[in-house]
């Protein structure tokens, strides 16, 4: 399988509040492709969510566009985006009025509370989002970039979209940096289109318990904790289907699930998502043949459930 789109979606910059910029991809790649889909999808879009309704669909599929990052304070001081995981020497990008910026995250950790600096030349405006600098490997078995964590998982929708008949797609923003938008998403989709099943398409973590090269895993819980039923149904119809997965359970961690959990909407929701290693970092990893099986499974529950 070709991952040169998976490569384009990683190098694009949208952490959480700036997901615009990967809305407007998104617009222009369904105008650009869409014509070659099974189906044509109503498009709804709120903020900078993006709701594609194809058929007539009984479950719903969410996948957050937004990554973590880095917002310029004072004096070229760094305020974190969600939970980057970042080293001293990292490069940075990014652009304000001045210009395009490139340059190395600094780490001071000489005072009693660590702070972190972006090393560039002037002052960068306040304000400015940076995100790591992508730089993409790919091996035979592994893929290697920034932002594994959700452009994988908008690459696998994006997939599923060619040959989806009946379903919903929904583009969330904020989940790296405390939701807020999926509760409104979630609600409108039941009222309009009558859904009470999701699942969520985002990365998870490599773990003792689920390991890279083994399958997509199917989370049974994470700190929330889905309806057992609901689980049963999904774990039922991924035996049948063949195709490789694992089990994941956690006491840790969150996703769009969350917010629909919390959120007053009876809902059910299941998280699948590949394993990767060195989350949140500038070399986010993944085995080709979980994000092959995310997909696949993917396609197989939306039309099963």
Not at 281 to 301: A, G, P, Q, R, V
Request: glycine share 8%; aromatic share 10%.
């Amino acid at each position: 399988m070709n991952f040169s789109l998976l490569k384009e979606l990683c190098a694009i910059p949208a952490p959480s509040g700036s997901e615009h910029v990967l809305t407007e991809w998104l617009n222009n790649y369904l105008k650009e492709n869409s014509h070659q889909w099974k189906k044509q999808p109503i498009v709804h879009c709120f903020q900078d969510c993006l709701v594609w309704v194809f058929g007539k669909p009984r479950t719903a599929v969410f996948t957050h566009l937004d990554s973590i990052g880095f917002t310029v304070g004072y004096e070229n001081e760094l305020i974190p985006i969600g939970s980057p995981d970042y080293e001293d020497g990292v490069l940075l990008v990014g652009k304000d009025s001045k210009g395009k910026i490139e340059a190395p995250l600094i780490i001071d950790d000489t005072e009693e509370h660590e702070k972190i600096f972006i090393q560039f030349e002037r002052i960068v405006q306040r304000g400015t989002k940076l995100t790591f600098k992508p730089i993409w490997q790919e091996t035979k078995d592994t893929l290697q970039c920034c932002y594994m964590d959700n452009r994988a998982g908008v690459w696998v929708t994006l997939k599923l979209c060619e040959t989806l008949e009946n379903g919903i797609i929904v583009f969330s923003c904020y989940e790296e940096h405390g939701g807020g938008t999926v509760g409104f998403l979630a609600d409108f989709i039941q009222k309009n289109y009558n859904i009470y099943q999701a699942l969520i398409c985002d990365i998870t973590w490599s773990t003792h318990g689920v390991q890279m090269g083994k399958g997509v895993a199917i989370s049974l819980r994470d700190k929330f904790i889905p309806r057992q039923s609901y689980l049963d149904k999904i774990v039922s119809l991924s035996e049948k289907s063949g195709i490789p997965f694992q089990l994941e359970v956690e006491s840790a961690g969150g996703s769009d699930g969350s917010e629909i959990q919390r959120s007053p909407l009876l809902m059910d929701w299941c998280f699948i998502g590949a394993p990767e290693e060195n989350v949140h970092c500038y070399n986010e990893k993944l085995h080709k043949k979980d994000l092959i099986s995310m997909f696949e499974l993917y396609k197989y529950l939306m039309n099963a459930l």
